[in-house]
């Protein structure tokens, strides 16, 4: 069974830079595309980035040039690097991993941790 745990969430002031990170265990995590995204309080799910097997990275407008995604294979983790962080930026941050087994969807998630922007 294939296991995330993110870590480094936090409270930290407009501005700021956090940097979270995602273990991964169970699995073969070099064969799988790794994903962030995040939820804000009654919002939905946001898509925030994601590193495929060869490396490439991919983000969406809202974070553009402000995240970077990184995945270290030999420790088995993703990261998120997160600079110039607004309060819109306030969410629970899940990290997912794609399994080419099971199609194009996310198939194991982590049970997120908390980013908090005060302005």
């Known amino acids: 069974q294939v296991q995330l745990v993110e870590s480094g969430g936090g409270l930290v002031q407009a501005g700021g830079s956090l940097r979270l990170s995602c273990a991964a265990s169970?699995?073969?995590?070099?064969?799988?595309?790794m994903g962030w995204f995040r939820q804000a309080p009654g919002k939905e799910r946001e898509f925030v980035a994601a590193?495929?097997?060869?490396?490439?990275?991919r983000y969406p407008d809202s974070v553009k040039r402000r995240f970077t995604i990184s995945r270290d294979n030999a420790k088995n983790t993703v990261y998120l690097q997160m600079n110039s962080l607004k309060p819109e930026d306030t969410a629970v941050y899940f990290c997912?991993?794609?399994?080419?087994?099971?199609?194009?969807?996310?198939?194991?998630w982590g049970q997120g941790t908390q980013v908090t922007v005060s302005s």
């Open positions: 997912a991993a794609d399994d080419p087994r099971y199609g194009i969807d996310y198939d194991y």
């Open positions: 169970g699995g073969t995590f070099s064969s799988y595309g």
């Open positions: 590193v495929r097997v060869s490396g490439e990275t």
